[in-house]
């Protein structure tokens, strides 16, 4: 299947910092992403989706001042926790979605795990 | 009710068991469906897709019924690798719509 990276893994951050996640399509161009935040025995759940050279669409109740997400090419989008704070602590998943499938198959990135000091 | 529902669990097996989720949905226009897998700390990956009636890949089977608007997952002879949470997801609208997933432990 294809193939999505997620940049960084891992990050431990202070509270009132900002924290910018990188997602990038390896094998294919991607117009649209997405990206989920999922709680511990919880599903995913979606925040955003993100269309390359135009604005995000946003969730209800997801705050877009909050979540900074940019798509500036075919291959990355970006979402950054601006002033995050241990709330914002959770595992976040992006997904794209390769235009020459037809049925809608998302590919997942591995995830970054932030905590929030 | 819930866009798509799913039983949590979690399902305690023994090695070899055969074991069935089932997942239900609302909306009745859905063509297409699929189950992730997801392990601990990890992200989804792809299990299976389904567009007709029903799909079968090796140990695995899913099953679709338009009519009662449920989809099933079936695994045979399960493995201690087959513990991990099952995500019934549904596209809607250009999005996914998961359920909360299904918890599975294979014991030996």
């Known amino acids: 299947g294809a193939v999505v990276s997620q940049h960084p893994s891992r990050v431990i951050c202070k509270s009132g910092t900002s924290v910018k996640i990188e997602c990038r399509s390896l094998d294919f161009q991607a117009t649209t992403m997405f990206w989920y935040r999922q709680f511990p025995k919880k599903s995913l759940m979606l925040m955003a989706t993100?269309?390359?050279?135009?604005?995000?669409?946003?969730e209800q109740g997801v705050e877009k001042d909050k979540f900074l997400i940019n798509h500036a090419s075919l291959t990355l989008s970006t979402l950054t926790v601006t002033s995050a704070h241990p709330e914002d602590s959770s595992f976040y998943i992006c997904s794209a979605r390769d235009p020459a499938d037809s049925q809608e198959t998302q590919y997942f990135g591995p995830g970054t795990r932030l905590l929030v000091l | 009710r819930k866009e798509v529902e799913q039983d949590p669990g979690p399902f305690n097996v023994p090695e070899g068991a055969t074991v069935a989720f089932n997942c239900t949905y609302s909306?009745?226009?859905?063509?297409?469906f699929f189950w992730y897998r997801q392990d601990c700390r990890k992200e989804p990956k792809l299990l299976m897709s389904?567009?007709?009636s029903g799909n079968e890949d090796g140990r695995f089977t899913a099953q679709l019924n338009r009519a009662s608007q449920y989809i099933s997952l079936l695994i045979r002879d399960s493995k201690l690798s087959d513990s991990a949470t099952y995500l019934c997801?549904?596209?809607?609208?250009?999005?996914?719509?998961f359920g909360q997933g299904t918890e599975l432990s294979v014991k030996p």
């Open positions: 389904v567009y007709s």
């Open positions: 993100s269309n390359e050279g135009s604005k995000a669409t946003y």
């Open positions: 997801v549904v596209p809607q609208g250009g999005k996914l719509i």
């Open positions: 909306n009745s226009a859905s063509q297409s």
